[in-house]
């Protein structure tokens, strides 16, 4: 199973150089398994997405919120009328994955929508369970505003735990750390310090000293932190990347590029 960090900036896409290092493009990691493409959101990380030569793509999207979905119509699949895409996210506020794809990019905020590009897509419910080929999926509940989805993507006897938009409130930390057990690789939102934390209760994300607990706690091999915060610079995310290494060298950040056989 091939991984590869496509974007792991939270909230907002950003283009600063004193960011270049870690990351400027939002939420998106490309899974390749089993000759399928899967791609875990679709912010703008998305614009640099590989080829997909089987002229097929899966988009799993955790939830509608704006630097999840901002990559869409910059796909480059989507110019492809040879290329199948099949876009996979739960019901929302009454919504379908179908709704609220289509709510953005429609005028007045987008010139466009999605069935007018030349590529063919389709839309589905994510189901708790989903097969792509042999490729598995399951979900569970994020605890997040509005609600997020965190996925287990099993395949090639490899697993990867994807939990962005978390905050560990209410039982969720305990529930992810049943969720990500013996994962091979979990992707954990750090978006904030201790103290950003603490003053940010409620807004759905988590630490990355969580993100080393939960890892722990789950007997995941790994854990890399996602999600960055938009105002922490390289400098800042690389000296505390390296305090976290000092307790536990299974602790990485993502950084946009980099690609992991698993
Ligand atoms: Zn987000
Ligand atoms: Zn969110």
């Given at each position: ?7 792991a900036?939270?909230?907002?896409p950003?283009?600063r150089?004193e960011?270049?290092?870690y990351g ?7 899974v390749?398994?089993c000759?399928e ?7 703008n990380g998305l614009?640099?997405a ?11 999207l ?16 989507m110019?492809d ?8 996210g ?6 379908t ?6 709510r953005l ?7 466009c ?9 389709r839309?589905h419910e994510?189901e708790?369970e989903?097969w ?8 569970a509940a ?9 996925l287990?993507?099993?395949a090639?006897?490899?697993?990867i735990?994807?939990a ?11 529930r992810?750390?049943e ?6 690789l979990?992707l954990?939102d750090?978006?904030y310090t201790e103290?950003?934390f ?10 990355p000293?969580l ?6 706690g ?7 932190v ?7 610079e ?5 000296r505390?990347e ?8 299974r ?12």
């Amino acid at each position: 199973m091939q991984f590869t960090v496509l974007g792991a900036r939270g909230s907002i896409p950003i283009s600063r150089p004193e960011f270049r290092n870690y990351g400027c493009a939002t939420s998106c990691y490309h899974v390749e398994a089993c000759g399928e493409h899967l791609f875990l959101d679709a912010g703008n990380g998305l614009v640099h997405a590989p080829l997909c030569t089987n002229k097929h793509a899966h988009i799993l999207l955790t939830h509608p919120h704006l630097d999840h979905l901002v990559g869409l119509p910059f796909f480059p699949g989507m110019m492809d009328p040879q290329m199948l895409i099949e876009i996979y996210g739960s019901t929302r506020d009454g919504q379908t994955v179908r709704d609220y794809v289509d709510r953005l990019y429609s005028p007045p905020y987008w010139p466009c929508r999605v069935d007018a590009y030349p590529s063919e897509v389709r839309f589905h419910e994510l189901e708790e369970e989903l097969w792509i080929g042999d490729i598995r999926v399951i979900k569970a509940a994020s605890c997040h505003p509005g609600g997020s989805d965190l996925l287990r993507v099993e395949a090639e006897g490899k697993s990867i735990v994807y939990a962005t938009d978390f905050e560990p409130s209410d039982g969720a930390g305990e529930r992810l750390t049943e969720f990500s057990k013996d994962a091979d690789l979990l992707l954990y939102d750090g978006q904030y310090t201790e103290v950003e934390f603490e003053a940010r209760k409620g807004f759905g994300h988590s630490t990355p000293m969580l993100a080393l607990k939960t890892m722990q706690g789950s007997g995941a091999k790994r854990v890399m932190v996602v999600h960055h915060d938009p105002r922490h610079e390289d400098e800042f995310l690389a000296r505390w990347e390296g305090e976290l290494q000092q307790l536990d060298p299974r602790i990485c950040f993502a950084r946009e590029g980099m690609k992991l056989n698993l």
